[in-house]
């Protein structure tokens, strides 16, 4: 399988997404919000993003939260990232971000946002930088983040753009197929539909069993594999077969 993004539909309006927060007026706030459930593509899809930035010459700074942040440690993180040690007192490390993303343009990219936000001293401090900057914030969680934050009235109340990841349907799973598979396979309509309801249309299944189906048809050197054709090897990881 190639290691390359799809350009699917959740890719497609997150890329839609951030274009609007870039342009938004000067009366919407600035802050994005990307939510879904695991192995939907969301990291994915904001790395790519952040690769695409990078080659127009706008370098997003992007950190991913960890389980064991504090204040400090999310404030370290977002100030290596813009090029600097650590610099304490956490105010003097948070007006050196605000300097230097107001100075260069940069926009914020927090992954993983689900581990800060329950601290509402990151969860303010995110919103200093915002106000101090008003560049573009996009944070991304899994399917409870945007419950969790609708509780920070000042911050959800900066929330002017959002993108729900969605399962993949029919066509996303056709795209994955043709694109990342490195040989000349078909896969036949009923295989991809069986790969879309069992994986739940969570793309790091359906790639996995894709993956499966692509060292089938090599070895025994197909050129068209179906659910006839795949019989009833195990395709998914679960109790029932097939
Ligand atoms: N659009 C895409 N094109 C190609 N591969 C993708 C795409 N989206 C996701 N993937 C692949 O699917 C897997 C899961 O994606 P990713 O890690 O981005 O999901 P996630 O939503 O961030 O999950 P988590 O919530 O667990 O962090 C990755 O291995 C990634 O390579
Ligand atoms: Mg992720």
Redesign the pocket.
Known sequence: MK??????K??LRTLDMFANLQSRSDITPGIGLIH??????????VT?MVNQLTNMGSVPAFVRCCATDTPSSFLARVTKELGSDPIYPLRKSLDYIIETMNEQQIALFVD?ADHIVGQSKTMETIRDIYDATELPVLLVG?EEIARRISHRKQLFNRISEWVE?LPADNEDVSM?ASE?MEVDVKVGEDMLDYIRVRSGGE??RT?IALDKIERFAISNDLDFVDRAVWGDGQLFLNNSRR
């Open positions: 290691r390359q993004i799809v350009e699917v959740n890719v879904g459930p695991s192995g939907f593509g969301k990291t994915s899809t790519h993983e899994m990841f994955f990342l793309v790091r790639l």
